[in-house]
């Protein structure tokens, strides 16, 4: 019977994306870059291998201070990297997109009683001030983020404090939700948790992790979980 869940944030509630491309693209315009287009696909790429990097261990804000500086360098152009971090993070805290329905599943989810827990990557201050600003916030019992642990997905040391602090949470009633197969589904996986690979793009898994479930949206979401929650 489930009765807890833990909610990645970044593209499986909260539209990061949405968010990131439009903050990226003003800070590269305001640099002064000719081609923001191709900018913007070059800062994603590095960005993609300096999570890659944070999600094997690596120190985050040492390589996410370089990310902007880096990009920029590439087009002749030297900047600050730490100082536009700082303002990109301004960007981030004030990133309230939401994926559609999600009020609708975590009210449904709430509703028969299950406990919901986030459980994300990231700066403390700018996933609790997005789930404030989004409304979203009122949805969860508790918070586990990766600054305040020290560790980040997939490493099963993130999960430590979950079972420190909710001893009775274990495989047969809880479960990891993400829509990262590298970080969500392995860091659950590596946890002896089951797992929902959201999936709303219909991605080809060609790696060797495997999600317990798969769910294209949140109508599925439920579906599986209420599927789960009448077994004993």
């Not at 949405?18 to 590095?46: F, M, N, R």
């Not at 002749?76 to 309230?96: C, P, S, T, W």
């Not at 997109?97 to 009210?107: G, H, R």
């Amino acid at each position: 019977m489930i009765k807890y869940m833990i909610f990645d944030l970044d593209d499986t509630i909260l539209d990061f994306h949405k968010g990131e491309i439009e903050g990226v693209t003003q800070i590269l315009k305001q640099q002064g870059v000719p081609d923001v287009q191709s900018a913007l696909q070059a800062y994603l790429s590095l960005n993609k291998k300096i999570w890659e990097n944070i999600e094997t261990g690596a120190s985050p804000q040492l390589l996410l201070n370089t990310r902007f500086s880096k990009t920029l360098a590439v087009f002749g152009i030297d900047a600050d990297g730490v100082k536009l971090e700082a303002q990109y993070r301004e960007m981030l805290n004030h990133n309230f997109y939401t994926i559609p329905n999600v009020t609708e599943l975590l009210t449904n989810l709430k509703t028969v009683g299950i406990k919901l827990f986030v459980g994300t990557n990231g700066v403390k201050i700018t996933q609790l001030e997005r789930l404030k600003g989004s409304g979203l916030d009122k949805y969860f019992d508790d918070y586990f983020i990766s600054e305040d642990i020290g560790f980040s997905k997939p490493s099963a040391e993130f999960f430590k404090p979950v079972f420190q602090r909710h001893p009775h949470l274990n495989k047969d009633n809880a479960l990891m939700i993400g829509d990262r197969l590298q970080s969500d589904i392995l860091g659950a996986t590596r946890a002896g948790l089951n797992s929902i690979w959201f999936n709303p793009h219909n991605q080809i898994n060609d790696s060797e992790i495997q999600p317990t479930f798969i769910a294209n949206n949140y109508q599925q979401v439920l579906e599986i979980v209420m599927d789960e929650k009448q077994k004993e």
